[in-house]
């Protein structure tokens, strides 16, 4: 006779154990980000159970109705949590004046990120970032030295539970055209739009997890771009009449770059690369994910 399978026991312990390495700090709370997601496999479990023959038993079934279903609805009503599903908006809007550079910093956890040129040139920056009424209001801190200004989004993790938190979470910025940028970003779990087709960055820095990343790059300007990526879907996209270079450090499975790139030495490069002035210069470390180049 085959022996009973339970697996209602061994989830509750799992997720046992990992809260208790989280009350310990060996598991930071910002690993529920991405463990929220695979709550389909109890589901999974609960057929397979079914499908070897196996009955489950009321208290189990109740159980784990219980986890999928009744907890996520206690957290969303109560009021010491708020409700995940409530969305706050914070706006943002910054005169370009005289300046004559600026440098962006974005450090947020789990959004869905935009940029584009704005239809204001006459302002450095302008936008919308919505986020849960349970998250971490973002910070926005700004500074000035000698006519060049410095802008910081940020936004913490917060207490608790932060896969409750990470719902309806986004940003979308419009930048100017009128001066040279640095854009530098720092995200977790996030879908991430980056169209620097009319602007005038000389550098963009993207550390990235556990997203989809889009890239696409002008013909107007020369741009290096330092893309950091794990477990993520990477798509660049590089006009065809501009010279470009890139270095690719992956251990990725997946990689699809156009054939005009020759690698060379390494790197893969347009054919004119060494002898022009405007041209894009990229490297590229990634983990666990797919590139595409074209």
């Known amino acids: 006779m085959l022996k009973k399978f339970r697996f209602a026991p061994i989830i509750l312990i799992v997720l046992g154990a990992v ?8 598991l930071p709370w910002s690993i529920w980000n991405n463990l929220w997601k695979f709550w389909p496999v109890i589901l999974i479990l609960i057929g397979i159970e079914y499908l070897i023959g196996q009955s489950i038993s009321l208290k189990t079934t109740i159980i784990l109705l219980v986890i999928i279903f009744i907890i996520p609805i206690i957290f969303a009503v109560n009021p010491i949590t708020k409700n995940p599903l409530a969305t706050s908006h914070l706006l943002l809007s910054e ?30 920056i302008s936008g919308d970032i919505s986020f849960s009424k349970a998250a971490v209001k973002p910070v926005i801190s700004t500074e000035e030295i000698f006519g060049q200004k410095i802008i910081r989004i940020s936004q913490g993790s917060p207490p608790g539970l932060p896969f409750i938190s990470s719902l309806k979470n986004n940003t979308d910025l419009f930048l100017t055209n009128q001066i040279p940028l640095e854009i530098q970003i720092n995200t977790v779990a996030s879908k991430e739009q980056i169209n620097l087709a009319s602007l005038r960055v000389d550098y ?16 107007l300007y020369s741009t290096r771009a330092r893309i950091k990526t794990k477990a993520s879907n990477l798509k660049i996209s590089i006009p065809e009449e ?3 270079r890139i270095k690719i450090d992956s251990k990725v499975k997946n990689l699809a770059i156009a054939p005009r790139f020759k690698k060379e030495d390494g790197d893969y490069k347009t054919g004119d690369f060494d002898k022009v002035f405007t041209r894009i210069d990229i490297q590229i470390e990634s983990i666990a994910g797919s590139i595409t180049i074209k």
């Not at 809260?19 to 060996?26: E, H, P």
């Not at 963009?204 to 013909?219: P, R, T």
């Open 242 to 244: 501009v010279e470009a």
């Open 19 to 26: 809260f208790l390495l989280n009350n310990f700090g060996v």
């Open 95 to 124: 005169p370009l004046g005289n300046l004559t550079k600026a440098k962006i910093f974005i450090d947020m956890p789990a959004t869905n990120l935009t940029i584009k040129d704005g239809p204001d040139p006459s302002k450095l």
């Open 204 to 219: 963009l820095e993207v550390n990235s997890q556990a997203s989809d990343l889009n890239i696409k790059f002008g013909k």
